[in-house]
C-alpha cells in the first residue's frame, strides 16, 4: 500500500482545505478557456471539455510533478484546426492519439531530459511571451458578436465589463491581506458573481460562449480508414502536436520546479501526458498538454500536491454532469480578472533587471523568442530558435577561444601547445596557427588544455598532417584523451598520425 502512494506522491503532507480550494478555482478557468479552444477549432464544445477533464485526472496522478495542471491548451489545439478544416473530427481524434503514442516513446527512451538544453534566456523570452498571449487573448471578452462581425464593446457593456474585470483585480490583490486561507482568485470570482445575481446585472456569461452540459465521455474508436494513406494524413499533425505539447509541458515543468524549489520528472511527463492524449482520441477529447496559466493559478492559490488537479478534473466532470445550469450563469469578466492576474504574474519582470547584466546575445535571444511566441503563437518554435540561436552563439564564442602556445625545445623540436576545444567553429582559427613552410622536420602539437571533438576538428588534424606530410616534416599529437583518441581510432580511414603516449600524463590513452 505505501508503495503505491509513494508512486501518486501521497506520501508528502497534503493541506486537503487548501488543495480542493486550489482546485475549484483552477475549474472555473479552464472551463471558459477549454470551450473557447474547441470553438475556435470547429470542435463541438463538449469536446473540449472532455478534453480538460481526461487530460487532467489523468496527468494529475500520474504525471511529472505534482502542482501541474493539464487540459485542453491552445497550443496544441491550433496545430489540429487545419487538419479538422480538411478531414474532419475523426481524423483530429486519430492524430490525437497518434500523438500520444509518439509522445510515450520520448518518455520510453527517456528524452525528456533534453529540456535541460534550453538556456534561461530562452525561458524567459517563452514565459513573458506566454504572459502577452494570455493577457491579449483576454481582451477578446471585450467584444461581442454583431451581424457576424466581431466589434469591441461600447457604452454600458464596455463599462460594466471593465467595472467588474477592475473588481476581480481588486479582490485578488487585497482580500489576501485580509486572509490567505482561502485562494483570493476563487472569492473573486464568488464575489463578482454574486454581484451580478443580486443586482441583475447584464454582461457577458459562459453560456455566452456555449452549453456545458453532457454526460460521461462516451468510447469511440476514430471512424477512419486504417490504409498508410490515413497515416501519411495524421502523421505530421501527430509529430507536431505531440512536439508542441511535449515543449510546452516540460517548459512548465521547469518553471513550477523554480517557483517551488523541488524537482519533477520529465520523462515521467511524458508518459502520463501520452496516456492521456491516447485516451482522448478514444473518448472524444481535443487532446492537450500542461497550461501554464492554470499551472499558475495552482500554485498561487497555495497547491503544492497532485489533489488539487484530481479536483478540478473531478470538478469540470462534475460541471458536464451537473452543475451546468449554475456555472453557465458566471460572468465572464470574474474569470477575465483572474486571467489578467495570471499574466502579469507569469511575467517575467526580473528579466528588466537583468538586462544591464546579460550579454547582449542573451538580450537577442529572449527578445526574440518573446516576439515569436507573440507572433506566431507557436511556443515550440519560438523555443527551436532560440535554442538554435544560443547554440551558434556557444559555439561561436568557444571557436574564438582556441589558441596555440609556441616554443623549439633543445632539440630543434617544435611544440604547439593548444588551448580550447577544437570543433567546427574554430577548426578555422587552428589551421591559422601553424607555420608549416617554416616549422622544422619534427612538430609536437599538444592537447593538453584542449580536445578533439567532433569530425570536423579531425578533419582539421588531418589537413594539418597532409600540409606537413606533403613538406616531409612529421607530425606527433600529445596528450589526447580518451575520448580523443577513440575519435581518431575510428577515422583511421582518412587520418594517419603519430600518437605520443606519455605516462606521466593523468589521461592513460586507450591502446
Known amino acids: 500500500m505505501q508503495k503505491v502512494l509513494n508512486l501518486f506522491d501521497f506520501k508528502q503532507k497534503v493541506d486537503y482545505k487548501t488543495e480542493i480550494l486550489a482546485g475549484l478555482t483552477v475549474a472555473m478557468t479552464m472551463i471558459p478557456e477549454s470551450l473557447s479552444f474547441a470553438i475556435l477549432a470547429g470542435f463541438p464544445p463538449l469536446v473540449g471539455l472532455y478534453g480538460a477533464f481526461i487530460m487532467g485526472i489523468i496527468t494529475a496522478i500520474f504525471g511529472g510533478r505534482p502542482g501541474m495542471v493539464s487540459g485542453g491548451a491552445g497550443a496544441t489545439v491550433i496545430v489540429l484546426i487545419a487538419l479538422m478544416n480538411s478531414n474532419g473530427l475523426e481524423y483530429v481524434f486519430a492524430a490525437v492519439a497518434l500523438a500520444g503514442i509518439i509522445q510515450i516513446v520520448v518518455g520510453l527512451l527517456k528524452l525528456g531530459k533534453f529540456i535541460r538544453l534550453v538556456p534561461q534566456p530562452v525561458m524567459f523570452g517563452f514565459v513573458n511571451g506566454l504572459a502577452v498571449i494570455i493577457f491579449m487573448s483576454q481582451l477578446e471578452q471585450f467584444k461581442t458578436i454583431i451581424n457576424g462581425q466581431s466589434e469591441l464593446l461600447s457604452g454600458s457593456p464596455l463599462y460594466i465589463m471593465a467595472g467588474l474585470v477592475a473588481l476581480t483585480i481588486a479582490i485578488i490583490l487585497f482580500f489576501p491581506k485580509i486572509t490567505k486561507a482561502v485562494p483570493a482568485s476563487l472569492v473573486a470570482i464568488i464575489v463578482v458573481f454574486a454581484v451580478v445575481l443580486i443586482f441583475n446585472i447584464d454582461t457577458k456569461q459562459v453560456v455566452d460562449i456555449a452549453s456545458v452540459s453532457g454526460s460521461l465521455p462516451p468510447f469511440h474508436i476514430p471512424q477512419i480508414p486504417?490504409?498508410?494513406?490515413?497515416?501519411?494524413?495524421?502523421?505530421?499533425?501527430?509529430?507536431?502536436?505531440?512536439?508542441?505539447?511535449?515543449?510546452?509541458?516540460?517548459?512548465?515543468?521547469?518553471?513550477?520546479?523554480?517557483?517551488?524549489?523541488?524537482?519533477?520528472?520529465?520523462?515521467?511527463?511524458?508518459?502520463?501526458?501520452?496516456?492521456?492524449?491516447?485516451?482522448?482520441?478514444?473518448?472524444?477529447?481535443?487532446?492537450?498538454?500542461?497550461?501554464?496559466?492554470?499551472?499558475?493559478?495552482?500554485?498561487?492559490?497555495?497547491?503544492?500536491?497532485?489533489?488539487?488537479?484530481?479536483?478540478?478534473?473531478?470538478?469540470?466532470?462534475?460541471?458536464?454532469?451537473?452543475?451546468?445550469?449554475?456555472?453557465?450563469?458566471?460572468?465572464?469578466?470574474?474569470?477575465?480578472?483572474?486571467?489578467?492576474?495570471?499574466?502579469?504574474?507569469?511575467?517575467?519582470?526580473?528579466?528588466?533587471?537583468?538586462?544591464?547584466?546579460?550579454?547582449?546575445?542573451?538580450?537577442?535571444?529572449?527578445?526574440?523568442?518573446?516576439?515569436?511566441?507573440?507572433?506566431?503563437?507557436?511556443?515550440?518554435?519560438?523555443?527551436?530558435?532560440?535554442?538554435?540561436?544560443?547554440?551558434?552563439?556557444?559555439?561561436?564564442?568557444?571557436?574564438?577561444?582556441?589558441?596555440?602556445?609556441?616554443?623549439?625545445?633543445?632539440?630543434?623540436?617544435?611544440?604547439?601547445?593548444?588551448?580550447?576545444?577544437?570543433?567546427?567553429?574554430?577548426?578555422?582559427?587552428?589551421?591559422?596557427?601553424?607555420?608549416?613552410?617554416?616549422?622544422?622536420?619534427?612538430?609536437?602539437?599538444?592537447?593538453?588544455?584542449?580536445?578533439?571533438?567532433?569530425?570536423?576538428?579531425?578533419?582539421?588534424?588531418?589537413?594539418?598532417?597532409?600540409?606537413?606530410?606533403?613538406?616531409?616534416?612529421?607530425?606527433?599529437?600529445?596528450?589526447?584523451?580518451?575520448?580523443?583518441?577513440?575519435?581518431?581510432?575510428?577515422a583511421k580511414a582518412i587520418i594517419d598520425v603519430n600518437i605520443i603516449e606519455d605516462p606521466t600524463y593523468k589521461v592513460v590513452p586507450a591502446k
Open 226 to 490: 486504417f490504409t498508410l494513406e490515413t497515416f501519411k494524413i495524421i502523421l505530421p499533425y501527430g509529430l507536431i502536436m505531440a512536439a508542441v505539447g511535449l515543449t510546452e509541458g516540460l517548459l512548465t515543468l521547469n518553471l513550477v520546479d523554480e517557483i517551488t524549489g523541488t524537482k519533477g520528472n520529465s520523462n515521467r511527463e511524458c508518459l502520463a501526458q501520452g496516456t492521456a492524449n491516447i485516451a482522448n482520441g478514444f473518448f472524444f477529447g481535443m487532446g492537450g498538454c500542461p497550461m501554464i496559466a492554470q499551472t499558475l493559478v495552482n500554485l498561487s492559490s497555495g497547491s503544492r500536491a497532485r489533489l488539487s488537479g484530481i479536483v478540478a478534473a473531478l470538478t469540470i466532470l462534475a460541471i458536464i454532469l451537473f452543475g451546468a445550469p449554475v456555472i453557465e450563469l458566471l460572468p465572464m469578466a470574474a474569470l477575465t480578472g483572474v486571467m489578467i492576474m495570471v499574466a502579469i504574474g507569469t511575467f517575467e519582470w526580473a528579466s528588466f533587471r537583468a538586462f544591464t547584466k546579460m550579454p547582449k546575445s542573451d538580450i537577442f535571444v529572449m527578445l526574440v523568442v518573446t516576439f515569436v511566441t507573440i507572433l506566431m503563437h507557436n511556443l515550440a518554435l519560438a523555443v527551436l530558435i532560440g535554442v538554435i540561436i544560443s547554440a551558434l552563439v556557444f559555439a561561436w564564442e568557444n571557436a574564438k577561444r582556441i589558441r596555440a602556445r609556441k616554443f623549439t625545445d633543445d632539440n630543434g623540436v617544435k611544440h604547439y601547445e593548444i588551448f580550447g576545444p577544437l570543433f567546427f567553429g574554430s577548426t578555422t582559427a587552428f589551421a591559422e596557427k601553424f607555420d608549416v613552410q617554416n616549422d622544422p622536420n619534427e612538430v609536437i602539437i599538444d592537447f593538453a588544455e584542449s580536445r578533439i571533438a567532433d569530425m570536423s576538428a579531425i578533419d582539421a588534424v588531418n589537413k594539418i598532417t597532409e600540409r606537413y606530410a606533403a613538406v616531409n616534416k612529421v607530425v606527433h599529437l600529445k596528450h589526447l584523451s580518451n575520448d580523443c583518441i577513440e575519435l581518431l581510432n575510428n
